[in-house]
């Protein structure tokens, strides 16, 4: 098993940034791909970010590009999601994930253990 715990998330003005964190327990984190999904209310779960492991190669979802930044520590067991210029469409909950797989990193079905989340809420 793994556990992961966020942490980071709160409220912030349109324009500003936070950066969220997510510490992993009990299996070998640099042997993991770590994704962020969010989930707005009213609407699913969506991929926001992913940063594989051994290449340590992102993607990032098109409306996030350019303002996030995802990043690992894997002396701290720790991923972090930098996000700035944050927009008011940015408001959610913020969950990390954790994957074996290093090839599709896009899709929640393939990630095997989740956090319990962070609320990121973005005023205008």
């Known amino acids: 098993q793994m556990q992961l715990v966020e942490s980071g998330g709160g409220l912030v003005q349109a324009g500003g940034s936070l950066r969220l964190s997510c510490v992993a327990f009990g299996r070998t984190f640099s042997s993991y791909t770590m994704g962020w999904f969010r989930q707005a209310p009213g609407k699913e779960r969506e991929f926001v970010a992913a940063i594989r492991w051994g290449s340590g190669i992102t993607d990032y979802v098109d409306s996030v590009k350019g303002r996030f930044t995802i990043s690992r520590d894997n002396t701290k067991n720790t991923v972090y999601l930098r996000m700035n210029s944050l927009k008011s469409e940015d408001t959610a909950d913020y969950y990390c994930?954790?994957?074996?797989?290093?090839?599709?990193?896009?899709?929640?079905?393939?990630?095997?253990?989740w956090g319990q989340g962070t609320e990121v809420t973005v005023s205008s």
């Open positions: 994930a954790a994957t074996r797989s290093s090839a599709v990193v896009t899709t929640q079905i393939n990630y095997d253990y």
